[in-house]
């Protein structure tokens, strides 16, 4: 089992700056791919962000490409995302999510933080 916590959501004006954190405990945190997801009033979730077990490799959905990064720190088991130049159509609640190694799917969720973007 792996714990998430996410942290960091709260109201920003339009192109204003936001780091998300989110705190992994329990299984192995450096045998997981991390991904970020938001989940917006009246539509489906979806992917925002992923970073493999290393922190060499990262993908971006193409609606936050050059102004989201996400990265993270093993030793300190935390998955962090930086947004930056935030939109009002960024606003959602914001989830965190590990695949073990050996899994094809996110096993295990945050509980989410919600980011609110006024225009």
């Known amino acids: 089992q792996v714990q998430l916590v996410e942290s960091g959501g709260g109201l920003v004006q339009a192109g204003g700056s936001l780091r998300l954190s989110c705190a992994a405990s329990?299984?192995?945190?450096?045998?997981?791919?991390m991904g970020w997801f938001r989940q917006a009033p009246g539509k489906e979730r979806e992917f925002v962000a992923a970073i493999t077990w290393s922190g060499t490799w990262t993908g971006y959905a193409d609606s936050v490409k050059g102004r989201f990064t996400i990265s993270r720190d093993n030793a300190k088991s935390t998955v962090y995302l930086q947004m930056n130049s935030l939109k009002p159509e960024d606003t959602a609640v914001y989830y965190c999510?590990?695949?073990?190694?050996?899994?094809?799917?996110?096993?295990?969720w945050g509980q989410g933080t919600q980011v609110t973007v006024s225009s």
């Open positions: 999510a590990a695949q073990p190694l050996g899994s094809f799917k996110y096993d295990f």
């Open positions: 329990g299984r192995t945190f450096s045998s997981n791919r």
